[in-house]
């Protein structure tokens, strides 16, 4: 089993940054795909991005030259950099994590909110 923590979230106005960090226990991290999701309000989770063992990495459109997903497998963390924050980035954001041989994330953290003012 894997336990995943989330922090970083907040307050921030547009145009600001914020970096989230998820911390993980259990499992074998290195070789797991990491990766940050969102929800925004009266919204489905959807994808944002995520990071192979490899440090290969996929981000959705709407992140790419603003989101830096990295991992650090030394401090079992995975941190999310967020720059340019617009106010459609508001949302709880979710690190999860999977087996590289499974399609689906199984393992999720309880999430921190987002919220970038106007």
């Known amino acids: 089993q894997v336990q995943l923590v989330e922090s970083g979230g907040g307050l921030v106005q547009a145009g600001g940054s914020l970096r989230l960090s998820c911390a993980a226990s259990?499992?074998?991290?290195?070789?797991?795909?990491l990766g940050w999701f969102r929800q925004a309000p009266g919204k489905e989770r959807k994808f944002v991005t995520e990071?192979?063992?490899?440090?290969?990495?996929d981000y959705v459109d709407s992140v790419k030259g603003r989101f830096t997903i990295s991992r650090d497998n030394t401090k079992n963390t995975v941190y999310l950099q967020m720059n340019s924050l617009k106010p459609e980035d508001t949302a709880v954001y979710y690190c999860a994590a999977r087996s590289p041989r499974r399609g689906t994330f199984d393992y999720w953290g309880q999430g921190t909110q987002v919220t970038v003012s106007s």
């Open positions: 259990g499992g074998s991290f290195s070789s797991y795909v």
């Open positions: 990071c192979w063992s490899s440090g290969s990495t």
